[in-house]
């Protein structure tokens, strides 16, 4: 980029470019110095007369900035949709794990909800890790087509 509000001598570096490419190249420079200079920089306005000093911040600021000054920022809030149809698929959810065996249902809750790994799994179960891989893709499927159903 070139320095903060020095547009480059575009006739000279361009002499055969009409009038409209000079001027596009112009106000395309002047647009991407704003993107990058202007809205990054505060400004300070030192009034001759009143002895005041007065700073306008930058329109874009930094995260580290706003941590200092103890920013709190809203949180990305869920829509209603996105809730009513997370809590349809928590109730199929509910309702497919329901309908597995309770050995197929205990694996699942120790891989998925205690955050087990397939060897701890296996070794309470007293089985390889394989098998216990074996079958949860086999109850994977079987979720699955539970939801394919509905």
Same mark, same amino acid.
């Given at each position: 980029?070139?320095?903060?509000?020095?547009?480059?001598?575009?006739?000279?570096?361009?002499?055969?470019?009409?009038? !409209?490419?000079? =001027?596009?190249?112009? @106000?395309?420079? &002047? *647009?991407? #110095? /704003?993107?990058?200079?202007?809205?990054?920089?505060?400004?300070?306005?030192?009034?001759?007369?009143?002895?005041?000093?007065?700073?306008?911040?930058?329109?874009?600021?930094?995260?580290?900035?706003?941590?200092?000054?103890?920013?709190?920022?809203?949180? !990305?809030?869920? =829509?209603?949709?996105? @809730?009513?149809? &997370? *809590?349809? #698929? /928590?109730?199929?959810?509910?309702?497919?794990?329901?309908?597995?065996?309770?050995?197929?249902?205990?694996?699942?809750?120790?891989?998925?909800?205690?955050?087990?790994?397939?060897?701890?799994?296996?070794?309470?179960?007293?089985?390889?890790?394989?098998?216990?891989?074996?079958?949860?893709?086999?109850?994977?499927?079987?979720?699955?087509?539970?939801?394919?159903?509905?």
């Amino acid at each position: 980029m070139a320095k903060a509000y020095r547009i480059p001598d575009y006739r000279k570096m361009y002499p055969e470019a009409g009038e !409209e490419v000079i =001027s596009l190249l112009k @106000t395309t420079e &002047r *647009k991407m #110095q /704003y993107q990058e200079y202007d809205l990054k920089t505060e400004q300070t306005i030192i009034s001759q007369e009143g002895q005041t000093i007065t700073t306008i911040p930058s329109r874009e600021d930094s995260l580290e900035r706003l941590a200092e000054q103890e920013v709190q920022f809203a949180g !990305e809030a869920e =829509s209603v949709e996105e @809730t009513v149809l &997370r *809590k349809l #698929q /928590y109730a199929q959810l509910h309702k497919a794990l329901s309908l597995l065996p309770d050995d197929e249902r205990e694996l699942i809750d120790r891989l998925f909800f205690q955050g087990q790994t397939e060897r701890e799994a296996a070794e309470y179960m007293g089985i390889y890790r394989n098998a216990v891989h074996k079958r949860k893709n086999r109850i994977l499927k079987k979720l699955k087509k539970f939801f394919e159903k509905n």
